[in-house]
């Protein structure tokens, strides 16, 4: 795996995590982070879902808490986990450690695996009564 596309598994992993966890994503459908800032964060925690490390480091831990503060609406949490989608395309990855960052980071924020044929407007549908529990809406 190149460097860069491990760089984009991750960033689009952390993306993930934290828009479930209200982060932001792509300005152009006006959310308040861009999928590169996404990326840029949450690159650090590639390695921790491509399974080459037992647990993500801190500045995956950083980049996640940093994209979750980011967000303000459920269409930025939904940005973010198509950004992280996006990132993650060709990059072998395990969906299943993704809702283990924010435990192991020691973060309040449930996630689910994202895969390339999660939904995110369904999951985000399906879950955003139990994210408003841990996060309270901020728009």
């Known amino acids: 795996m190149s460097r860069k596309t491990a760089m984009s598994l991750l960033v689009v992993l952390l993306s993930f995590l934290l828009l479930t966890s209200r982060p932001a994503l792509c300005s152009s459908i006006g959310v308040a982070v861009s999928c590169p800032v996404v990326?840029?964060?949450?690159?650090?925690?590639?390695?921790?879902v491509s399974s080459k490390s037992d647990k993500p480091d801190g500045s995956c831990c950083s980049g996640v808490k940093n994209i979750n503060s980011s967000?303000?609406?459920?269409?930025?949490?939904?940005?973010?986990?198509?950004?992280?989608?996006?990132?993650?395309?060709?990059v072998k990855y395990e969906p299943k450690r993704i809702p283990e960052i924010p435990k192991k980071c020691?973060?309040?924020?449930?996630l689910p695996p994202i895969a390339s044929d999660t939904n995110c407007a369904?999951?985000?549908?399906?879950?955003n009564h139990a994210m408003d529990m841990v996060l309270p809406e901020r728009e």
């Open 39 to 48: 990326q840029t964060n949450l690159a650090p925690c590639l390695s921790f």
């Open 71 to 90: 967000a303000k609406t459920k269409d930025d949490r939904k940005a973010v986990c198509e950004c992280i989608k996006d990132g993650l395309k060709g």
């Open 106 to 110: 020691g973060l309040p924020i449930n």
């Open 122 to 127: 369904t999951w985000y549908s399906n879950m």
